[in-house]
């Protein structure tokens, strides 16, 4: 089941301190309705009783998909290490040390990066090849010319199959301007996957995918 817990937080635009309770770690399969909110990203948002503006409360976050058996954490504070289990232990409990051994259990530093982790292991995608699909991605934009690619201005958005006949992998940009979608053929992705087929972290292990591990995976 998912976990709340009561903060106090300040209202940007008046000041204002709000008692408001959080989630501190959502179960999709026991609270389906929370799923949308975390992608439309209206999860932890309260609305300031002064002067109506919504606050959204900044707050480590656990992920939990029993079904598909993975969990993403999104960890705001840069100083825990990585894989301490400082995360809820009411949720973990719930599953046995045996099961989390199936698990796909990653960690994130941002909200883009744990929207993204969520979408990807919600398609049932290759983490791995993914991550070196955006390199390869990131040279081809024309507007990323001397730019150089930080893990953190290309994130995958969705797989579009509803407009046209071949799959398209879309992925959100971040570059001079403002955020811009692109969209690549689904076979540049299965050509990675084929070249590049042990691109897989294991399971039951915490991992940061991001391109840290993919420059620790190649050397």
């Known amino acids: 089941m998912s976990r709340m817990v009561e903060k106090q937080v300040r209202c940007p635009k008046c000041d204002t ?3 408001v309770n959080v989630y501190e770690s959502i179960n999709v399969a026991t609270d389906p309705s ?15 009783p002064s002067c109506a503006t919504a606050v959204m409360v ?4 656990l992920y939990h998909d029993p079904t598909a058996k993975f969990m993403v954490w999104l960890r705001l504070n840069e100083h825990q290490e990585s894989g301490r289990r400082d995360f809820p ?37 290759n983490e791995g090849t993914l991550e070196a699909l955006k390199l390869v991605i ?16 290309l994130h995958f ?18 570059s001079t301007g403002a955020a811009q979608v692109v969209r690549y053929p689904r076979a540049l992705y299965e050509n990675v996957l084929r070249d590049s087929p042990n691109l897989k972290p294991k399971d ?6 991001n391109l840290n591990y993919m420059i620790g995976q190649s050397t």
């Not at 958005?157 to 971040?174: A, S």
């Open 34 to 48: 929370l799923k949308p909110k975390v992608f439309d990203k209206t999860l932890n948002v309260h609305r300031c």
């Open 89 to 125: 232990e009411a949720e973990i409990s719930r599953v046995s040390r045996y099961a989390l051994g199936s698990y796909k259990l990653r960690l994130t530093d941002g909200w883009n990066e744990f929207l993204e982790r969520i979408r990807i292991l919600d398609e049932k995608l």
């Open 58 to 61: 900044a707050c480590d976050l």
């Open 17 to 19: 301190i709000l008692s």
């Open 157 to 174: 958005l969705w797989t579009d199959d509803l407009l046209e006949e071949e799959v398209k992998l879309c992925f959100n940009f971040f």
């Open 138 to 153: 990131w040279d081809q934009i024309p507007e990323n010319a001397g730019i150089k690619y930080t893990g953190r201005n």
């Open 204 to 209: 039951g292990q915490w991992t940061h995918l």
